[in-house]
T-cell receptor, first 112, second 114 residues
């Protein structure tokens, strides 16, 4: 199993739609997770941190399922500006030195 | 006001040359990183420094040499550049050295080796 694995998509959804991405991780000891957003030719930017069962911020909800070792990101009422690549991030195994591993990213395109 | 800044933004050079990328953060963070994002968009960690001490050194050719003169700066020097080094290199920082601290990225250096 890859350390962090995402469905690369692409997901093409209309404005107003609800879309969900899943991400699986291999390190069962992981305690904290992150979702980043990366626009084309830009740096990744932190979208949400997930430290317990989940987190909600406006239209965005992240959920953590430790038993199945996956986290999800739900986007409600999609906007054109949500079009980006969404990166799932989890700690790699066996270290406490901030070694965060990125998934390959899920591409989202929101169309009118 | 830029939190993590790296220079240059673009770097075009020929094979065999030596080049450096500089990074500075004004967030007061203890830990800094270099990540490489290849053409398939995969972000991979290369190095990490905590308070000027190297703590993560992934399997990277020894042509790549990071240097941290102080905890606010982390530079990357690359010797004998190869075509396969073409990528976007991101500097990042985080508070502390634990894996529950999110990363803050610079805007990247797009390196093209011809």
């Amino acid at each position: 199993r890859k350390e962090v694995e995402q469905d690369p998509g692409p997901f093409n959804v209309p404005e107003g739609a609800t879309v969900a991405f899943n991400c699986t991780y291999s390190n069962s000891a992981s305690q904290s997770f992150f979702w980043y957003r990366q626009d084309c030719r830009k740096e990744p930017k932190l979208l949400m941190s997930v430290y317990s069962s989940g987190n909600e911020d406006g239209r965005f909800t992240a959920q953590l399922n430790r038993a199945s070792q996956y986290i999800s990101l739900l986007i409600r009422d999609s906007k054109l500006s949500d079009s980006a690549t969404y990166l799932c991030v989890a700690p790699a195994g066996g270290t406490s030195y901030g070694k965060l591993t990125f998934g390959q990213g899920t591409i989202l395109t929101v169309h009118p | 006001d830029t939190a993590v800044s790296q220079t240059p933004k673009y770097l075009v050079t020929q094979m065999g040359n030596d080049k450096s990328i500089k990074c500075e953060q004004n967030l007061g963070h203890d830990t800094m990183y270099w990540y490489k994002q290849d053409s398939k968009k995969f972000l991979k960690i290369m190095f990490s420094y905590n308070n000027k001490e190297l703590i993560i050194n992934e399997t990277v050719p020894n042509r790549f040499s990071p240097k941290s003169p102080d905890k606010a700066h982390l530079n990357l020097h690359i010797n004998s550049l190869e075509l396969g080094d073409s990528a976007v290199y991101f500097c990042a920082s985080s508070q502390g050295q634990l894996y529950n601290s999110p990363l803050h990225f610079g805007n990247g250096t797009r390196l093209t080796v011809t």
